[in-house]
């Protein structure tokens, strides 16, 4: 996981350079879309890395919860975005692309921090036990701007519930979260 972020962040910093300089001599714009924790449905017939994050707290894996407590400890919150969302952003880039400025824009529907996602998951998924509860952060929440997106007339259909509530859903269709495993 290390060597993909690493690569990844390597990757985006080499093809950003692109928009460095006048726009006259660039063969092309460079718009990059960072995105919060996607969830949601998938049609993979597999969870996905992301909706592992957000389903640590009821699946206990360790790995997973450790990284949105450092999502929370250093952005102050764990943003997320519906998976239908990132798809219209992307379409909404490439089809305005006059409109959209080259350079990097954050596609995030909301900034619940972990003590949000840990009270929704408990008020609206009783059925299933939560393994994994341990906030870091309380209180903390850093609104980030989401504004450059916004501005440009793109609208975010899906809120943060939907986001969760979809993921879980997800995770009973694909097998990762089971009522009947979980028990009181």
Do not use: W
């Amino acid at each position: 996981m290390d060597d993909y972020l690493s690569s990844k962040c390597i990757a985006e910093k080499e093809l950003v350079k692109y928009n460095d300089g006048p726009s006259e001599s660039r063969a092309f714009d460079v718009v990059v879309l960072l995105l919060g924790l996607v969830g949601g449905d998938t049609l993979l017939p597999y969870i996905n890395e992301s909706q592992h994050f957000m389903l640590s707290p009821f699946t206990g894996i360790e790995p997973y919860h450790n990284a949105l407590r450092f999502t929370q400890a250093l952005l102050g919150s764990v943003p997320v975005v519906h998976v239908d969302d990132v798809c219209k952003a992307h379409v909404f880039c490439m089809e305005r692309q006059r409109d959209v400025a080259a350079g990097r824009y954050l596609c995030a529907t909301a900034h619940p921090n972990m003590q949000d996602l840990v009270e929704h998951y408990a008020s609206k998924h009783p059925e299933l036990k939560l393994t994994l509860k341990e906030v870091v952060g309380e209180g903390v929440r850093v609104q980030v701007n989401t504004n450059k997106l916004v501005e440009l007339g793109f609208k975010f259909k899906y809120r943060a519930e939907a986001v969760l509530d979809g993921s879980v859903d997800c995770g009973k269709k694909l097998g990762v979260l089971s009522v009947a495993d979980q028990g009181s």
